[in-house]
């Protein structure tokens, strides 16, 4: 089966041809501007949620709308609608440009053919087109497998989101570009008891693929026993130390370090605003040598991967860090054009009701040559770090935090008994200079990572092997 | 009738029409401008209107309600039969739950509803020039305050305008408008090569009583420059002062832990402690959904039960869970009226207007009482468990020597547990502060873990 192209849905479903397509452009062009562009979406997304044994609700939802966008110097003017229409795009198309007063050159903005596109997500059918039953069924599979597992397990909540979103990006040098975008999601989350102690276990994984992917028996139940691991050894787990000590992290989603610490100091807008701890320091040495770190929205079916941006531009791999020296930034169109640079992929918004910014797509840490084991043998007294929470930074001061979900300490190069889950604190442009072992065990996390910036959340990846980090600040509360 | 309220009843309509027992619907309609100036530049101006609506389809089986809800941004009313019919087919497949559905009675009286001051009508007219003039007042003051304020990631002011309409086949409809406008600054200080960010924000539902753009600029400034030469301290235990922001932090994470929902889920360490001293007798926390112009405010809540006030926290006892119908059916209570409801969720749990009741002190004064120990004024990651109440985040703040503010500190974090810390809260100031729907004056918490340097 062949699926629409997003250029065909949207003339099909909103009358939108190419003719009202440039005329929108056109109406944005009669002021002086620099650019401006068009956005489409219409996304469907559904989700069905279980707890306590039974799927209570479903919910489904339809979004559409248009976002119009008028770019002078480092100003932009950007209006959206959820009415999209002929008449609404030019009313949008007047209300950004008046960001510039002066009139324009009357240029012409061209329609071009879509370029040939790669497909690094193709599925035969949108995963929220997948019947609602076939969701339930899984969904409570899954609760019946977690039951099974152990008599300490009390309460399993499930949950199955699925997405599909198509993008129509056009501008006004002649950009056109389309997008489908599949996501789906499993989350599990247990709760585990023992005498008056509960703990809660959680495990998530996605991509951007069609709903028969999470169909796969042996990749949910692996799921569900690690959430069940993780709940029962929370039940058994000591208050973790407090202060500055020798950190080992293990594989995967503990790259979430590396999108806390270096990658937003690295996006674009922060570095010409000059507002980010990493301004101007491109040539310099801010990790330890062996330290590599790419951001590449070009994995196949990745939730962080896209075929092109929200602006239409390609998304590849950038290198940020090559052995320890800082090499690059993260570009969208209007920063990488302030900063005389290449746009890099990176120009990403959460749905049409907002401006792109640069943002991280995957983001990881390439494989070193040391054997896993041996870099927890080599700590004397520190703590092994396996799986996170979230995390946060201040891209000016530098100071980044992220959160432990499952630690362990390590004692004469022993992993011993397991920590409650605690912050850790540390400095993005200095912390990997202290990195003094690397893995060659590079694992990319199970995707669900979502970034929130500037109010906009969009799906991210990150990636990592095992690494010994020397003096991180671990905030517990055994002094 | 509105065009809104036109919509929801052709929802409700709709549902019942194909095959629902009983259903709600709520529809949104938000004009919005935001404009952000970073130094002497327009950074961006944003403007929008946005609609959206949503229904939820209930239908009644033999040991229970299944229910389901959809939404679209397109109001017209082929689109909306659309969603709702499939609203009900989605129903038919979730299974049967004999707490689901709409409440019985008790509804608000939709003819009489009370006044909030939820905005004012003069403000309608606000134009992005007067939003970029307020912005950029704010952004000169900032950098006004000291030469080393010379970069910021910019100062923002924007307006919106909300009108919302909700009703259920139990027999309630009501709409009411609402508006919102803030005002935020957030300058960086530079020197010795080293830079701190800071913010302060002005947040009402009228533009008359934001803070003016010279103050929220002036104080962004003075907070990103007292927290330059911030070092970090060793790991220690001494007491923690949560400044009026910070503090707010610890009520929202109480909201979540009084939350139905986290009740019977059995995923709050406060389950089954109602009527027991949680907190120091310091510690009165009200939710308010009835507080005059409220950031938080609304005459009817998401499933249209009257506003009210709620007593959480009373003396350090717990005295209520926030409750909407279905967490109210799942713990054996009555509804606060503390449903949430937006055209993409089904009904909640959320606090309205959550405030600690101030004490007698100034900050000035906690801190001369305090020997040695941290004012907190930023808090960053999201380290809390609420199962367990374990607690850990990232910090900055000013180190306190001899009651005195001695330096400013970063790259720390503070630990302990919740219930030990609401249970250590021995000062309360007088400085009340509501920059959101969470409003607090500064607390101390006797002790706690700080982690830092060797």
Redesign the interface.
């Known amino acids: 089966m062949t699926l629409p192209t997003p250029r065909a849905f949207f003339q099909d479903q909103f009358g939108l041809d190419d003719r009202s397509l440039s005329a929108a452009l056109d109406t944005a062009l009669e002021r002086r501007i620099d650019y401006a562009d068009l956005f489409f979406e219409y996304s469907t997304q559904d989700s069905v949620l279980l707890e306590e044994g039974i799927v209570k609700t479903g919910d489904r939802h339809l979004e559409q709308g248009v976002g119009v966008r008028a770019l002078i110097g480092e100003r932009q003017g950007y209006a959206h609608s959820d009415d999209v229409s002929v008449e609404a795009l030019q009313l949008a198309a007047r209300t950004a440009r008046a960001i510039s007063a002066e009139a324009g050159a009357g240029s012409r903005a061209v329609v071009s053919a879509a370029a040939a596109s790669r497909d690094l997500y193709p599925v035969a059918q949108p995963p929220t087109d997948a019947t609602v039953a076939r969701k339930i069924e899984l969904v409570e599979e899954i609760d019946r497998y977690a039951r099974s597992r152990d008599p300490r397990i009390v309460e399993v909540m499930a949950s199955c989101i699925t997405q599909h979103r198509q993008v129509l990006v056009l501008g006004s040098d002649g950009t056109f570009a389309e997008d489908a975008r599949p996501l789906v999601r499993l989350n599990v989350q247990v709760i585990a008891k023992s005498g008056d102690r509960r703990e809660v276990g959680y495990q998530g994984l996605g991509g951007r693929s069609g709903f028969d992917a999470l169909l796969d028996a042996a990749r949910w139940q692996e799921l569900v026993d690690e959430a069940v691991r993780t709940a029962l050894l929370n039940l058994a787990a000591e208050p973790c130390p407090a202060g500055s000590m020798t950190v080992v992290l293990g594989p995967g989603w503990p790259g979430v370090l590396l999108h806390e610490a270096v990658g937003h100091g690295l996006e674009g807008d922060f570095n010409r605003k000059k507002t980010s701890a990493f301004a101007g320091r491109i040539g310099e040495r801010v990790a330890a040598p062996g330290v590599t770190v790419v951001d590449d929205g070009t994995l196949p079916g990745r939730r962080g991967s896209l075929n092109v941006d929200d602006e239409g531009t390609r998304t590849q791999r950038t290198v940020l860090i090559e052995d320890g020296i800082l090499r690059g930034y993260l570009q969208d169109r209007l920063n990488a054009r302030l900063m005389g640079m290449t746009p890099t992929g990176n120009g990403r918004r959460e749905s049409y009701a907002h401006l792109p910014m640069p943002r991280m797509t995957n983001t990881f840490m390439l494989a070193g040559a040391d054997d896993p084991a041996d870099i927890v043998r080599s700590v004397d007294r520190g703590i092994y770090a396996v799986n996170f929470g979230g995390g946060q930074v201040d891209i000016t001061s530098g100071k980044f935090v992220f959160s432990a979900s499952e630690a362990y300490r390590i004692e004469g190069g022993r992993v011993g008994a397991p920590l409650k889950g605690a912050t850790l604190i540390g400095n993005g442009p200095d912390v990997l200079t202290r990195v003094s072992r690397i893995g060659n065990d590079l694992a990319l996390d199970r995707g669900v990572g979502t970034c929130g910036k500037d109010g906009q959340s969009v799906p991210v990846g990150v990636g990592m092997p095992t690494i010994r980090i020397d003096d991180l600040t671990v905030g517990g509360t055994q002094g | 009738m509105s065009e809104l309220a036109g919509a929801v009843e052709l929802a409700l309509a709709a549902a019942l029409r194909a095959g629902a027992a009983a259903a709600d619907a709520v529809a949104v309609e938000a004009d919005s401008l935001e404009t952000r100036v ?1 130094g002497d ?12 609506l949503g229904v939820r389809a209930l239908v009644h089986g033999a040991r229970g309600t299944r ?8 109001l017209g009313e082929s ?1 909306v039969r659309a ?1 709702a019919a ?2 009900v087919a ?2 038919r ?5 004999p707490a ?1 559905g709409l409440p019985d009675d008790g509804f608000a009286d939709a003819s009489d509803l009370p006044a909030l001051e939820l905005g004012d009508p003069a403000d309608r007219n606000v134009s ?1 020039e007067a939003l970029i003039d307020a912005a950029r007042r704010a952004e000169r003051a900032a950098r006004a305050v000291d030469p080393r304020i010379e ?3 910019g100062s923002s002011a924007a307006s919106s305008f909300a009108q919302i309409a909700y009703a259920s086949s139990a027999g309630f409809s009501g709409g009411y408008a609402a508006a919102s406008h803030s005002l935020f600054a957030e300058p ?1 200080a530079r020197a010795n090569g ?4 800071d913010y302060w924000m002005s947040a009402a539902r009228s533009l008359t009583a934001l803070e003016s753009p010279e103050s929220v600029g002036r104080r962004a400034a003075e907070r990103a420059l007292r ?1 330059l030469g ?1 070092r ?1 301290v060793p ?3 001494v007491p923690v002062i949560f400044d009026p922001l910070t503090a707010a932090s610890l009520w929202g994470q109480l909201a979540s832990l009084v939350s139905g929902y986290a009740v019977y ?3 709050t360490y406060l389950a089954g402690k109602l009527g027991e001293q949680v907190a120091s007798e310091a510690v009165t926390l009200t939710d308010d959904a009835c507080r005059q112009a409220g950031l938080g405010s609304r005459p009817f809540d998401g499933e249209g039960l009257p506003s009210r006030r709620t007593a959480v926290i009373e003396r350090g006892r717990l005295a209520a869970y926030l409750l909407d119908t279905y967490s109210a059916r799942k713990v054996g209570g009555r509804s606060t009226g503390s449903a949430t409801r937006s055209a ?3 009904p909640g749990v959320g606090a309205t207007n959550l405030g600690l009741a101030p004490g007698g002190a100034s900050l000035e004064d906690i801190i001369a009482d305090t020997p040695r120990g941290l004012l907190v004024t ?1 808090l ?4 809390f ?1 609420p ?2 109440g ?1 607690y ?3 910090a ?1 703040g000013l180190w306190i020597e001899n009651g005195e503010i001695a330096h400013p500190v ?8 919740f219930a030990d810390m609401l249970r250590g809260i021995d000062a309360v100031g007088s400085d009340m502060l509501w920059l959101s729907r969470i409003g607090s004056p500064s607390v101390r918490v006797a002790r706690m ?6």
């Not at chain 2, 530049?41 to 959206?52: L, M, N, S, W, Y």
């Not at chain 2, 080293?194 to 960010?197: F, I, K, P, W």
Request: one cysteine or more; aromatic letters at 2%.
């Open positions: 970073r530049e327009i950074d961006f101006v944003k403007q929008a209107r946005e609609r959206k229910s389901a809800i959809t939404s679209t941004s397109d689109a969603i499939e609203a989605l129903a497949a979730t299974a049967e739950d689901a992005a970069n910021s990631e960086i080293h830079m701190q960010r927290r911030a970090s790991t220690c235990e889920r059995g995923t993409s969720s089904p930023e960053i990651g999201m380290g468990n199962t367990t374990d850990s985040r990232g900055a970063e790259e720390i974090t503070i630990a302990g547990n873990t700080v982690a830092g340097s060797k």
